[in-house]
């Protein structure tokens, strides 16, 4: 892993981008120049003790400067990855959290509409009242399942059974399609196959799915 020729080829590198001369690196690090001339030379290495300062100057690692090698794109690359594994999560969680919220939604509105009838119709049968309530209770049922509705329409993505493909539908499509749970049987806009739509939570396959 040493490589002291291939460190004295990063440390001339590294000066010559800060635009600095052999005199001059030494001068901040308080040694001598023939020093630095014999590390860029491969004949010897940094002493331990200033190698930290000259990593500060040259803009490198305490890795890079020993491997002689810069690691810099990799780190960069690997950082990427990370973000955007963490924008996936967080795109994951909150479409998770819409769902729960459209099922409790849904449960709520039909709850109560179901009570406000059941009240209706076993304490005042047949009044004017009665057909009131019941018409409050449908309006909250409608307007319940058109709350939860647009929550599921926009968590998530739908997943053609047939070709993969995963898209949002327009909230029509949604409304008017049949379903079992949360899967709805509508067209594939890429296919053109009839399918019953697998709800996901991301844009593209992965392990987790819902
Ligand atoms: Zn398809």
């Not at 795109?91 to 819409?98: I, K, P, Q, S």
Request: proline letters at 3%.
């Amino acid at each position: 892993m040493l490589d002291q020729r291939k460190t004295g080829v990063l440390i001339a590198k590294k000066r010559k981008e800060k635009n600095i001369t052999q005199t001059i690196l030494a001068s901040y690090l308080g040694i001598t120049d023939r020093a630095v001339s014999k590390w860029e030379r491969g004949l010897a290495l940094p002493d331990a003790s200033i190698m930290l300062k000259l990593c500060n100057i040259l803009g490198i690692s305490i890795t890079e400067l020993l491997t002689g090698e810069e690691t810099m794109e990799e780190n960069y690359k690997e950082k990427a990855e990370k973000l955007i594994l963490e924008i996936r999560k967080r795109e994951e969680d909150n479409n998770r959290y819409l769902l729960k919220l459209e099922t409790v939604i849904g449960v709520l509105a039909t709850v109560s509409a179901l009570t406000i009838i059941f009240i209706a119709a076993f304490l005042i049968p047949g009044t004017a009242l009665m057909f009131f309530l019941i018409l409050i209770a449908l309006a909250i049922l409608s307007v319940g399942i058109y709350f939860a509705l647009k929550i599921e329409r926009d968590a998530g993505y739908y997943e053609c059974r047939h070709c993969h493909h995963r898209y949002v539908p327009d909230f029509n499509c949604v409304l008017m399609a049949p379903h079992i749970g949360r899967d709805r049987m509508m067209k594939c806009p890429k296919c053109g196959k009839k399918s019953l739509m697998k709800k996901v939570l991301l844009p593209e396959d992965s392990e987790d799915r819902n």
